[in-house]
């Protein structure tokens, strides 16, 4: 995976709630086994209209935001368990979802696919969607070594929450082999040096 230690972007405002992950990748794209190509689908059915056309009015289309940060409506990923769903975000561009609340299961296969999923709290959210909205070329800055948050136009970092070990990960580009296998040299010495064995 991509290594991840700060992030600069604009960001793609989705203030919609309780997007679930059929809505972010509908299931009947669910047919390939590796990651590639399922970003030209993300939100497919809120993208495009039924003859394949882009829809003028969705946020994507409209040519006003961009950027590898999406901020989202609270409770982000809800639904079923497919990790397409990460896989089409982090194939879209996208790097971060800023989000006031995670469904467990999508935070999971996120953090697993190199995709940062930042909680902040419901009136952070609403303050950066109505800055995004009223000014797309607002600049985030992600800074994951620091946990925090910087809105620069604010002149305010805002600090957040990630478990230890995925913070690890991402920082490296680790998944989760790569993890151990970069912990060999301790497993090795760990081994030698214990007085019994099976």
């Given at each position: 995976m991509e290594k991840f230690e700060v992030l600069q972007s604009t960001a793609v405002p989705l203030p919609i709630e309780n997007i679930d992950?059929?809505?972010i990748i509908p299931a009947r794209f669910l047919k390939a086994t590796s990651r590639e190509g399922f970003g030209e689908n993300l939100f497919r059915d809120w993208?495009?209209?039924?003859a394949g056309q882009p829809k003028a009015d969705f946020v994507m289309n409209t040519g006003r935001y961009s950027g590898k940060i999406l901020v989202a409506g609270k409770n982000f990923g809800c639904g079923s368990s497919r990790e397409h769903a990460a896989w089409a975000i982090y194939d879209a561009g996208f790097k971060v979802v800023i989000s006031s609340f995670f469904a467990d299961i999508f935070k999971g296969n996120a953090l697993n696919n190199g995709l940062l999923p930042l909680q902040v709290s419901d009136e952070v959210l609403a303050r950066l969607l109505a800055q995004i909205e009223q000014d797309p070329q607002t600049t985030l800055v992600v800074n994951l070594v620091n946990q925090e948050l910087e809105v620069p136009v604010w002149e305010e970092k805002i600090s957040f929450e990630i478990d230890a070990y995925k913070k690890e990960c991402l920082i490296n580009g680790y998944d989760d082999i790569d993890f151990l296998v970069n912990q060999k040299e301790a497993i090795e010495q760990y081994?030698?040096?214990r007085p019994w064995a099976y």
């Open positions: 992950t059929d809505q993208r495009f209209d039924n081994e030698s040096n």
